[in-house]
C-alpha cells in the first residue's frame, strides 16, 4: 500500500477503538490531504457525538494513545477536533519505494467485476459528429480505468442500426441496382446517401409507401434481399466508424458492436416478462409502464411507453431489453452508459422499470455517465462553416494537422514523417486532453490554441513535462530502471511535496472512477507536473555532488514520468519520449 493516507488511516482506526471504545470495523478517521500539514484527520467530529463526548477530547485521546508517533513527526489537534498530520520523511520515502517496485504505482486493485461500458453509439448512414465525440472519449477512458483496476470491461457500441429510416435507405438502395449497387462511404460527407432517400421519401409519395412497406419487411427478418442490402448499409458505416476510432486511437472495434437491432427479437419477451409481474398497463392505447416517481410539466404522472399504440416497440422497449441482456447475458454488475444530458429522464425511468422487474438490483447498478455540449466561439453546440454541427474527423484531423505544425515549429530539424509521427500524438493527445480535463457534465468552449499551449491543465504541458524526465536521464546516462529500488532521501520541502503528491496516484484513479469523472484525473495529472516544476527548480539533479541526494532526486523523477506516463495512457494519450 503506497498511499500513506490509506497507511495512516488504518493506524488512526485503531487508536480511534482505544480512545472511544467504539469496534475498529466501524469507524471513519475520514483522513484527506491538507493544506495545514500533509494531512488531517476529521473523523473525532462525527464519533465524538456518538459517544457523547466532546470532539477535541476524542482528539486528545486518539494522539495520546502513541499509536501515530511511528508515521508521523508531529501530530495536532486543531480547531474543533481535527487531527493535523505532518509524516515523517523516512515513512513517506518507503512509501514512495514501495509504489516505485510496484508495476501499478500503488494504485490498489478494486474487487472485480464485470462492467459493461456503453459509448460513441453513432448511427448507421450517419456522419459521426461534436456531439459523439465526448461519449467516444469518457467512455474509452474509463474503460481503460476500469481495466487498470482489474475489472473484466465489455466494451458496447449501441450503433443505431435499426428504426423507420432503414425503410428509405434500403428502397434507395433497391433504386440503385440493389445488394450490388456501389455504395461508398465519403469520408468528407458521410451523411450524403441518407439525404438522397431522405429527399426521395419527402419528394414523392410512391417511395414513402414503399419505404413503410420495407419497414415491415425489414422487422419481420425474413426477407433474404432486404436483409442483405442492411447488412451492406451497417458494413460500410462500420468501416467508416473504424477510420474515425483508429485515427482518434481509441478501443473501439467492430466486434464491440451491439447496435439497436440486436435486442429486437428479445422485445417480445421482455413485454411478456413485464406483464407477468403485473407491470404492464394500457394508457391512451398504448402498453406503458407506470414508473413512480416520473411526472410530467403538469405534474401528472409520466408513462414509459413500451409499444405503442400501432404496436411497434420503441426506445425504452430496446433499453429495458438492453439491461437485461447486460445483466443476464454477460453477467455484468456494473452498467456504465456514457449518453448526453437530455436523455436523463429517460434511462433513469429505464433503470427503474428494470429495477422494478428485480433485474437491476443490488449487487448490480447502473450509472448515466452524461455529459454537456461542446460549443464553438458563439457558446453555440460547434458548427461547421454549413452550421451544421462539425463532423467529428474534421475535428480529428484537425488536432492532427494543428499537431504536426506546432512540432514542426518547435523542431524544425525533424525529419516530415517523424514530425508528422509526433504531431499525431500531440494533436490527438490535446484534443483528448481538452475533453477529458472538462467536467463532463458541464459545456466546454471549444478552443483549438488553448488545449495545443505548451504551458497550463494541457496535454502537450504533461506530455513536455514527462518528456523532460526521460532526457535528463539520457542526459545522465543512467538507466531509469536502475533507480526504482532507491529509497529517496527527502529534506528539501519541494522533495517532499512532490512525493506527498505522487504517492495520491492510487487515490486519484479510485476517485475518478468513484465519481466517473475524467477531470479529476486530469487535474490530478496537472498537479503532479506542477509539483514537479517547483522541485526541479529548487532541487538540482545532475548538478547535485552528493550521491545519495541525487539518486534520490533521479528516482523522484522516474516515479514523476511512469505517474505521467500511465495516468496519461489511462485517459488514452501517448506520452513520447522525446517532444
Ligand atoms: N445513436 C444515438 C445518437 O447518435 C445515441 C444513442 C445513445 N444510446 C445508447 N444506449 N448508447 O444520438
Avoid at 63 to 76: I, K, P, Q, R, W
Avoid at 409 to 423: M, Q, V
Wanted: aromatic share 6%; net charge negative; hydrophobic share 45%.
Amino acid at each position: 500500500m503506497a498511499d500513506p493516507l490509506h497507511t495512516v488511516a488504518a493506524t488512526l482506526r485503531e487508536a480511534f477503538a482505544q480512545a472511544t471504545g467504539l469496534p475498529a470495523a466501524d469507524i471513519d478517521p475520514v483522513v484527506r490531504p491538507s493544506d495545514r500539514a500533509d494531512a488531517q484527520a476529521n473523523g473525532a467530529l462525527a464519533l465524538a457525538k456518538q459517544i457523547g463526548k466532546n470532539p477535541r477530547e476524542v482528539a486528545e485521546a486518539v494522539v495520546a494513545t502513541g499509536l501515530l508517533a511511528d508515521v508521523c513527526s508531529a501530530v495536532e489537534v486543531a480547531g474543533p477536533g481535527f487531527i493535523n498530520l505532518t509524516f515523517t520523511p523516512e515513512f513517506l520515502a518507503e512509501q514512495l519505494a514501495s509504489a516505485a517496485t510496484d508495476p501499478r504505482l500503488g494504485v490498489r486493485r478494486a474487487v472485480p467485476e464485470v462492467a459493461v461500458v456503453d459509448y460513441s453509439a453513432p448511427n448507421v448512414a450517419k456522419e459521426m459528429h461534436v456531439g459523439h465525440l465526448r461519449t467516444t472519449l469518457i467512455g474509452d477512458a474509463l474503460v481503460r480505468m476500469l481495466e487498470f483496476v482489474g475489472h473484466t470491461v465489455i466494451r458496447e457500441n449501441h450503433i443505431g442500426d435499426w428504426g423507420t429510416p432503414f425503410g428509405m435507405l434500403i428502397e434507395h438502395m433497391v433504386d440503385l441496382g440493389g445488394v450490388d449497387a456501389e455504395l461508398t462511404i465519403d469520408l468528407s460527407d458521410p451523411s450524403a446517401f441518407y439525404r438522397q432517400a431522405r429527399a426521395k421519401f419527402d419528394a414523392s409519395d410512391e417511395f414513402k409507401d414503399r419505404a413503410r412497406a420495407r419497414v415491415t419487411l425489414l422487422q419481420s427478418r425474413t426477407d433474404g434481399p432486404t436483409m442483405a442490402i442492411w447488412h451492406k448499409l451497417v458494413d460500410k458505416s462500420a468501416d467508416y466508424f473504424d477510420v474515425v476510432y483508429g485515427r482518434l486511437g481509441v478501443l473501439l472495434r467492430r466486434d464491440d458492436i451491439v447496435g439497436e437491432s440486436y435486442y429486437q427479437p428479445l422485445m417480445p419477451q421482455m413485454l411478456d416478462r413485464l406483464d407477468r409481474a403485473g407491470l404492464l398497463a394500457e394508457s391512451d392505447g398504448a402498453k406503458v409502464v407506470w414508473v413512480p416517481g416520473f411526472t410530467n410539466r403538469e405534474g401528472e404522472p409520466l408513462p414509459l411507453i413500451v409499444q405503442a399504440r400501432t404496436g411497434g416497440f420503441n426506445y425504452a422497449t430496446s433499453d429495458i431489453t438492453c439491461v437485461l441482456d447486460r445483466v443476464e447475458r454477460l453477467h455484468a454488475t456494473l452498467l456504465v452508459y456514457c449518453i448526453g444530458t437530455p436523455q436523463s429522464q429517460h434511462l433513469q425511468m429505464v433503470f427503474k422499470a428494470a429495477e422494478m422487474l428485480g433485474v437491476l438490483v443490488p449487487p448490480v447498478r447502473a450509472v448515466h455517465v452524461n455529459n454537456g455540449n461542446v460549443l464553438g466561439d458563439d457558446r453555440k453546440i460547434l458548427k461547421s462553416r454549413s452550421g451544421e454541427p462539425t463532423m467529428l474527423l474534421d475535428l480529428v484531423d484537425g488536432a492532427i494537422a494543428r499537431g504536426s505544425a506546432v512540432v514542426g515549429e518547435r523542431n524544425p530539424e525533424l525529419s516530415a514523417s517523424d514530425r508528422d509521427d509526433l504531431g499525431h500524438v500531440i494533436g490527438i493527445g490535446a484534443l483528448k486532453y481538452a475533453e477529458l480535463s472538462s467536467d463532463r457534465i458541464k459545456d466546454y468552449v471549444f478552443d483549438w490554441d488553448r488545449m495545443l499551449s505548451f504551458d497550463g491543465n494541457t496535454a502537450p504541458y504533461l506530455q513536455y513535462a514527462h518528456a523532460r524526465i526521460c532526457s535528463i536521464f539520457r542526459r545522465a546516462e543512467v538507466d531509469r530502471a536502475s533507480v526504482r529500488t532507491v529509497v529517496p532521501v527527502l529534506h528539501e520541502p519541494q522533495e517532499r511535496a512532490l512525493a506527498l503528491q505522487l504517492l495520491q496516484f492510487d487515490a486519484a484513479v479510485h476517485d475518478t472512477l468513484d465519481k466517473f469523472s475524467p477531470h479529476r484525473l486530469c487535474t490530478y495529472l496537472f498537479e503532479v507536473a506542477q509539483a514537479f516544476t517547483a522541485f526541479y527548480e529548487a532541487c538540482p539533479v545532475l548538478k547535485e555532488g552528493y550521491e545519495a541526494t541525487r539518486e534520490g532526486r533521479l528516482a523522484l523523477c522516474d516515479l514523476t514520468a511512469r505517474v505521467l506516463q500511465q495516468g496519461l495512457a489511462l485517459l488514452g494519450i501517448e506520452a513520447p519520449e522525446r517532444m
